[in-house]
């Protein structure tokens, strides 16, 4: 069956860094994308990677090894906004997005 | 970025009534849309993808009488929830994506709440 696991909650405090990993397996693999959703909101898209490496993106970067199933959402410069929940989905062989189940992510000051 | 619509935002009805929230792509066709449905605490749950012109394809366990969805054209559509009732309750979500770009990100709406009373 396909997949997705990451962890259910994580606290980091204001201005530090935070890593939230994403392990996957998938009927293939056609890139792997990072979203944030506050509470009562739609998701907002992060990051999107296909080839193995470090995509940075002002205070956001996400990596992918391909080889491991292994993925990592990184956060630096923590601010209280960025509380939310972090939604990683795999595209499989079909085009369709398989969906973890979301890490929340709460900002201690 | 695409941006999508949905309307309206919330609805509130009594069970046995019928709701229909559309979903828009503004400034982009949709040849496929998604439409999600989570509850509070909870991932998001596909519920259906239809591309334009073409019946939707249900996931396993979503019925397709009572969650009827049109997708009539490359901008618009539409999600009925039939006989709504307090379980139907939910946070209903929907994307789209165009394959003739070669993108593959989808793109949300902003959601719409259903309370059935």
């Known amino acids: 069956g396909q997949n997705i696991d990451q962890p259910t909650e994580m606290t980091a405090t204001e201005g530090a860094i935070v890593q939230i990993n994403c392990t996957y397996q998938t009927s293939g693999f056609n890139g792997l994308f990072w979203y944030q959703q506050h509470a009562g909101e739609a998701p907002t898209f992060l990051s999107y990677?296909?080839l193995d490496g470090l995509e940075e993106k002002g205070r956001f970067s996400s990596f992918l090894s391909r080889s491991k199933g292994y993925s990592y959402l990184l956060l630096k410069e923590l601010q209280m906004k960025d509380s939310a929940s972090y939604l990683c989905a795999v595209m499989d062989s079909n085009y369709q997005l398989i969906w973890g189940a979301g890490t929340k992510l709460i900002i201690k000051p | 970025g695409a941006v999508v619509s949905q309307h309206p935002s919330w609805v509130i009805c009594k069970s046995g009534t019928s709701v229909k929230i559309e979903c828009r792509s503004l400034d982009f066709q949709a040849t496929t849309m998604f439409w999600y449905r989570q509850f509070p605490k909870q991932s998001l749950m596909l519920m259906a993808t239809?591309?334009?012109?073409?019946?939707?394809?249900?996931e396993q366990g979503v019925e397709k009488d009572k969650f009827l969805i049109n997708h009539a054209s490359l901008t618009l559509s539409t999600l009925t929830v039939t006989s709504a009732h307090p379980e139907d309750s939910s946070f209903y979500i929907c994307s789209a994506r165009d394959w003739t770009s070669g993108i593959n990100e989808q793109f949300f709406g902003p959601g719409t709440r259903l309370t059935v009373l």
């Open positions: 239809s591309n334009e012109g073409s019946k939707a394809t249900y």
């Open positions: 990677n296909v």
